[in-house]
């Protein structure tokens, strides 16, 4: 990419916004499994646990396992719209940009 441009209107290092949306991405796939990990495996500690000790299950626990994926979710949600906003904050600079070009070639 050029670094050195005519146009002052130039907010963001494409590359580095691309990179980081790929990360973003990345992170909020890996959250989102870490969670469904997490809890999948409190739920299996928690059924084992209850047939082994002869208990009944504990319902309230296994909602907590619950809200615990809905966190997760939103997380990954979240995570997930902060990409596609920095990639909306690219087209509105390259929109700019063409813009810019577009009255300079007028004049």
């Known amino acids: 990419m050029n670094k050195s441009s005519e146009f002052l209107g130039t907010y963001f290092d494409k ?21 469904l990990f997490e809890s999948g495996y409190n739920l299996y500690q928690n059924i084992l646990n209850a047939i082994i000790s ?39 600079e390259d929109n700019t940009r063409r813009a810019a070009r577009n009255t300079i070639k007028e004049k």
Do not use: H, N, P
């Not at 590359?15 to 796939?29: F, K, N, P, T």
């Not at 809905?70 to 719209?81: D, E, K, N, R, Y």
């Open 15 to 35: 590359d580095s916004v691309l990179l980081i949306e790929r990360w973003v991405r990345i992170i909020a796939w890996l959250t989102l499994f870490g969670y």
């Open 54 to 92: 002869g208990y009944i299950l504990d319902w309230y626990f296994i909602f907590t396992i619950l809200l615990r994926v809905v966190q997760g979710s939103v997380l990954f949600i979240f995570m997930q719209a902060l990409a596609k906003i920095l990639l909306i904050f690219l087209d509105i």
